[in-house]
Nanobody, 119 residues
């Protein structure tokens, strides 16, 4: 497992943008597939986006396609989630997650960062 720390959350008006960042503590993310998940109050955690360890395959939830972009830096120390055209329904705690590329399930999680979109 790897320790992950998210940052970049906050309060934004509908239609605005935020960029979330996820950093690994003390190690490279190069062997890790990385993802972003979110959990809104009273709802289960849901998948938002993921990127494979070499960046060759990216997936998005239908609800964020065309608005959110996941990326990782060339040094493989950071993962980002650029969120544009934010909607009130995007309000949630956003979690960064990682898994070794040969594992099935994400098993490293950050503490989460709150994103609140006002109407």
């Amino acid at each position: 497992q790897v320790q992950l720390v998210e940052s970049g959350g906050g309060l934004v008006q509908a239609g605005g943008s935020l960029r979330l960042s996820c950093a690994a503590s003390g190690r490279s993310l190069s062997p890790y597939d990385m993802g972003w998940f979110r959990q809104a109050p009273g709802k289960e955690r849901e998948f938002v986006a993921s990127v494979t360890f070499i960046g060759s395959r990216i997936k998005y939830a239908d609800s964020v396609k065309g608005r959110f972009t996941i990326s990782r830096d060339n040094a493989n120390t950071m993962v980002y989630l650029q969120m544009n055209s934010l909607k009130p329904e995007d309000t949630a705690v956003y979690y960064c997650a990682g898994k070794k590329f040969f594992e099935n399930d994400f098993d490293s999680w950050g503490q989460g960062t709150q994103v609140t979109v006002s109407s």
